[in-house]
């Protein structure tokens, strides 16, 4: 492996359309996979349906990513939704539009993503190497000259780091690109979990609920322990990332309307993961804490009003029992204990104050954050190689001659819905291009 070439490191989404587009705008490319197969975080994402991107138009997409989102305006106007489609379409790959505008294969097999980017390598003649792990790049005076693997010195002259984040280690993802990107000088932003469950204080109680779903409930975050929450404070709509108020006024962290659950060691679901950076980032600085409303559709009013009112036509009823047409099936012992209000008391033995704390606790259900699940566990990294050090309209080091980045070693994350594996695929569209158009010069 000699002569104008350039390499490839890592065989993920942004690697693998590196390596094509580069290949065809006529660059000689080697891809190097330390992994015994291309591809494994595409196979896993989106519960292996892949969930490649999504609807939205361009400003509230490029939202999504934070204030990271300008950085990838270049590359959107080079290739966005529209020549992703097109370009699955090509290698025979049609597309649906699910809820939430999120773009999945029809098919439902995140493989066959995989296989279309296997052939785009194969037509264009992608010199791939598996089982083939890099420990360095070779930079001299300031310009990319090669890449070290455990074997050899490979020789090139430009080299594109695809290496992924940190999160997924199984997939190949271990962090091995950020620590070749800052021996050759570049900055790395904190790498933190992102889409990542949250371990709470209480754990016997979120663990006594296990396994509970709940649908359109609105989850809040505070900065302070759960005991100093004012639930008055809610917001009425959503704060956080992508939403359109994307700071809340603190104590107030993110507050999102949706879907979570109850897990042994705390809370996960949709809403969950959507706030987790924010939560993670917050905890940095302070206590964490979130407030669940069980009922965000009704006003404190309406739902004491409502309270009162069933209290008085089911009188007889028993406390549980009556807790029944409030609640999921196994939240209902967890909360009458959090009650302190006995099981057996009849509906209309159960006075004012009682009933002022049900209506608290099903506005206003707390708990304390003790910390993410590990980078390990995350569904993405967030931090990564410094945006400044990075050309936006090539992909290429503004610090080392020849060097190209793309996807998610970058300091780029976004929430779920497509975002983060169409980044991956412009990203990596435009460093195959800008890389085979510098080795041609």
Not at 22 to 29: F, N, R
Not at 52 to 77: I, V
Not at 121 to 130: E, G, T
Not at 248 to 258: C, D, F, N, T, W
Request: hydrophobic share 40%; glycine share 12%; charged share 20%.
């Amino acid at each position: 492996m000699s002569g104008k070439q350039i390499i490839v490191i890592g065989g993920g989404a942004s690697g693998l359309m590196a390596a094509g587009r580069a290949a065809e705008s006529g660059g000689k490319v080697v891809l190097l996979e330390k992994m015994s197969e291309t591809g494994k975080k595409i196979l896993i994402s989106g519960q292996t349906r892949c969930n490649l991107s999504n609807t939205l138009e361009l400003e509230n997409f490029l939202r999504m990513y934070g204030k990271n989102g300008q950085f990838l305006r270049q590359a959107f106007h080079r290739f966005f939704r529209d020549e992703l489609l097109a370009f699955m379409q090509k290698y025979g790959v049609a597309t649906k539009v699910e809820r939430g505008g999120r773009i999945f294969p029809v098919s439902d097999k995140a493989g066959d993503i995989v296989q279309a980017l296997q052939r785009y390598l194969a037509d264009f003649k992608v010199d791939l190497h598996k089982d083939t792990n890099v420990s360095g790049i070779i930079v001299v005076r300031g310009k990319v000259t090669g890449v070290q693997t455990r074997l050899s010195v490979i020789p090139a002259n430009g080299v594109i780091l695809a290496a992924g984040g940190a999160s997924f280690q199984h997939t190949g993802s271990a962090g091995d690109g950020y620590r070749m990107a800052e021996a050759v000088g570049h900055t790395i932003i904190k790498l933190r979990p992102a889409l990542v469950p949250l371990i709470v204080k209480e754990v016997e109680f979120a663990k006594s609920m296990q396994g509970v779903s709940l649908k359109n409930i609105r989850l809040t975050a505070f900065s302070c322990p759960a005991d100093k929450i004012d639930a008055s404070l809610t917001p009425k709509h959503d704060y956080g990332r992508g939403t359109g108020y994307e700071k809340a006024k603190l104590p107030v962290i993110e507050s999102r309307l949706g879907e979570m659950m109850f897990t042994h060691f705390g809370i996960g679901g949709p809403v969950t993961l959507q706030m987790s950076l924010a939560v993670v980032d917050a905890l940095a600085k302070g206590p964490v804490s979130v407030s669940i409303d069980l009922k965000p559709g009704l006003t404190g009013e309406q739902l004491r009003r409502r309270l009162q009112r069933d209290f008085e036509t089911f009188s007889k009823r028993t406390y549980r029992s009556l807790l029944k047409e409030l609640l999921p099936q196994k939240m209902i012992e967890p909360f009458i204990g959090l009650t302190g209000i006995p099981a057996d008391k009849l509906g209309h033995q159960i006075v004012v104050g009682e009933r002022e704390k049900i209506l608290q606790t099903l506005k206003s259900l707390r708990f304390n954050i003790q910390s993410p699940l590990p980078l390990s566990s995350a569904m993405v990294t967030a931090g990564g190689v410094s945006l400044k050090e990075i050309d936006p309209y090539t992909m290429a080091s503004r610090l080392v001659k020849g060097l190209y980045f793309c996807g998610e070693i970058m300091d780029i994350d976004a929430d779920t819905g497509g975002y983060n594996l169409q980044a991956a695929f412009s990203t990596g569209y435009v460093a195959g291009e800008s890389a085979a158009e510098f080795v041609k010069e």
